[in-house]
């Protein structure tokens, strides 16, 4: 999720401008909490790991309780809109994308470049396949929840003594010819399986 935050604040604006990122895990539509952010000042009101109310007051809060996609010009009337702001922000933005991904996360772009007229197609799209991705989060950790002490598929098994060799993802990739990223899935299924937490934990296992 880093990565991500990292290059949608270096890549998604127009202009080539570094934007400001955050992804946050919507807790009961109550509060949110920050699991990755890039573009912000360290000591600023967005950090990993902050924990902070969903209120319609804000951008956020509105964009979650709603459910809609929301562009905002910061210009004189966006603390008029949102008083919640003013204070907590020492950032000179030009405009701010809220986007709802599903129940359970929430991201927010803030740029230093206003709105343009294919910007909005832009996000419904970037909103989109942020869906798909962490609809595949959530699966993944949902199977990875209840599979501990269930056998092992072959190719998990193949996977298994692989990294037991010491190979990393993207070698074991080449090897049985599948994607990294598979591969990367399917290792959080065997330490599942497994009832380790990663790797070094394997040494453990008969």
């Known amino acids: 999720m880093e990565e991500l935050t990292r290059f949608l604040s270096i890549n998604n604006c127009p202009s080539g401008?570094?934007?400001s990122v955050?992804?946050?895990?919507v807790l009961d539509k109550k509060s949110l909490l920050v699991e990755a952010a890039h573009g912000y000042q360290s000591d600023g009101f967005i950090q990993v790991g902050k924990v902070f109310d969903v209120e319609m007051e804000r951008p956020s809060g509105r964009a979650i309780l709603e459910n809609q996609l929301l562009f905002d010009p910061v210009d004189a009337s966006y603390f008029e809109k949102y008083p919640a702001d003013p204070g907590k922000v020492t950032y000179q933005w030009s405009s701010k994308v809220s986007i709802p991904i599903n129940d359970n996360y929430f991201m927010q772009i803030s740029r230093y470049h206003p709105l343009e007229e294919n910007d909005e197609l832009y996000y419904q799209?970037?909103?989109s396949v942020l869906q798909i991705y962490f609809s595949k989060i959530g699966k993944v950790s949902h199977e990875a929840g209840d599979l501990y002490g269930k056998e092992l598929t072959q190719r998990q098994q193949d996977i298994y003594e692989l990294m037991k060799k010491g190979l990393t993802n993207e070698e074991i990739a080449?090897?049985?010819g599948f994607s990294?990223?598979?591969v990367k899935q399917e290792t959080?299924?065997?330490f599942s399986k497994l009832g380790v937490s990663g790797r070094k934990g394997l040494t453990d296992v008969s």
């Open 22 to 25: 955050y992804v946050a895990k």
């Open 188 to 190: 959080m299924l065997v």
């Open 17 to 19: 401008e570094l934007s």
């Open 174 to 176: 080449i090897q049985i």
């Open 125 to 127: 799209n970037l909103q």
């Open 180 to 182: 990294s990223s598979l």
